[in-house]
């Protein structure tokens, strides 16, 4: 039973933060783990000493373990490792195995990364690496030395045990989701505001989202997108709960009684009334959107400070300053990118004007949104929404 019980080895980011901040974030980090491992069937266990953390799991779950691993947040790398019996000999064989294991994948030069926490290992770490080096040069013939630009490095870590492996994963690094207290993202069925989702998570927030559909004039399709990506970006955030509200109504009375050219604008500050109202119900602290500058009509400096004239929680926007093509490269690697280009029809794109306004005036923005008269309207919304967890 013990023998196919493999370690994963976790390194948390963000190590500089000191006092009992760190160790806040280190028990936030652990319960995280603990929470994902809990849904893997099977004898697992999280350990946390020394600056790391310990997964233990049977071999045969290790594809679900990495799936958790390369969605959790907090880590700046993590590795599946060989322990072995603490002595140098037994170490120095497990590089050369580990050496066999690299050349096998294609690697024909190497270098060994040796570090030692326990001082009373008999070898140092540098000993370590020109041992374990030349174990691995003797055990496989067609193999070289290259400490600058190695195809793949071994690495050996003495610690309260002996570890030895390769091929370690880059981790998600941020701040593990729970320290920074809950936010409310304005989640669209669009590509940005999942991966601004994504960002925020990654200062330790706490993601709720909430979505404004216009059914029957938006279809169920373009509601049930939303849903998968909130499952998706979910995965990054400790799960999401996603608040679904109507708001054909508010949409209707825009368009009845303001000139076509504010309707988007009006409607953006619409939804971020609710939100902010919404978000004081469930006690999120700050509003999240995917807005990036100028990328729309609606999201020129001017329209901005719209939209935002109305409200005060603090509005987070963490794609601001980053280009459509970077948001699709960082869309695709969280894996929102196909859902996000399906083409049902978004509320916002419902009644586009033509010509919307490119420079809005705050003063006058707020005149028009006042004769809308949308407090019931919205209340209503707040009232008959629909809660996926
Ligand atoms: P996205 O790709 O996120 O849809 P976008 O480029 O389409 O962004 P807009 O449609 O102008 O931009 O939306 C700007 C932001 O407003 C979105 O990123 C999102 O945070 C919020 N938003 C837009 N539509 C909705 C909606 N129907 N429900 C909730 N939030 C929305
Ligand atoms: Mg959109």
Same mark, same amino acid.
């Given at each position: 039973m013990n023998q196919n019980m493999v370690t994963w080895l976790l390194k948390p980011s963000e190590l500089t933060l000191k006092g009992d901040n760190r160790k806040s974030f280190e028990g936030v980090l652990k319960s995280n783990i603990q929470r994902l491992l809990s849904k893997i069937e099977a004898k697992v266990s999280v350990k946390f000493t020394a600056g790391r953390y310990y997964i233990s799991a049977p071999e045969e779950k290790s594809n679900e373990i990495e799936d958790i691993l390369s969605h959790?947040?907090?880590?700046s790398g993590w590795a599946k490792t060989v322990t072995c019996e603490k002595t140098p000999q037994a170490v120095i064989n497990a590089a050369a195995e580990e050496g066999r294991k690299i050349y096998a994948n294609g690697a024909r030069t190497f270098k060994i990364d040796a570090r030692r926490? $326990?001082? *009373? &290992? =008999?070898? *140092?770490s540098y000993e370590l690496c020109c041992e374990g080096g030349n174990a691995v040069t003797n055990a496989v013939t067609d193999i070289k030395v290259d400490i !600058?630009? =190695?195809q793949d490095t071994i690495r050996i870590e003495i610690r309260e045990k002996a570890f030895v492996y390769s091929g370690g994963k880059k981790g998600l690094y +941020?701040? %593990?989701?729970?320290?920074a207290g809950r936010g409310l993202l304005l989640l669209s069925?669009?590509? $940005?505001s999942p991966v601004a989702a994504f960002f925020m998570a990654t200062r330790g927030i706490i993601i709720d989202a909430i979505h404004f559909h216009a059914y029957p004039y938006t279809s169920i399709e373009a509601k049930e997108k939303v849903i998968t990506l909130a499952k998706l970006t979910g995965k990054y955030c400790m799960g999401i709960h996603l608040y679904i509200l109507n708001f054909t109504k508010v949409q209707m009375r825009i368009k009845e009684r303001s000139p076509a050219e504010w309707t988007t604008v009006l409607l953006r500050m619409a939804m971020m009334e609710a939100a902010e109202k919404a978000a004081k119900k469930i006690k999120c602290k700050c509003l999240i959107t995917g807005e990036s500058l *100028?990328?729309?009509? *609606?999201?020129?400096m001017e329209n901005i400070a719209c939209t935002q004239s109305r409200i005060k929680l603090p509005v987070f926007r /963490?794609?601001? +300053?980053?280009s459509k093509e970077e948001i699709i490269t960082k869309a695709k690697q969280i894996g929102t990118f196909e859902t996000s280009i399906l083409p049902f029809q978004d509320c916002?794109?419902? &009644?586009? %004007?033509? !010509? /919307?306004?490119?420079?809005?005036k705050v003063n006058e923005a707020n005149e028009l949104y006042e004769k809308l008269e949308l407090d019931e309207l919205i209340e209503e919304s707040l009232q008959d929404y629909e809660l996926v967890k």
């Open positions: 959790l947040i907090g880590i926490t $326990d001082k *009373s &290992f =008999p070898l *140092s !600058h630009n =190695p +941020g701040l %593990p989701v729970g320290t069925g669009g590509i $940005d *100028s990328q729309v009509a *609606s999201q020129t /963490p794609l601001i +300053g980053i916002c794109t419902l &009644f586009t %004007p033509k !010509h /919307p306004v490119l420079r809005g």
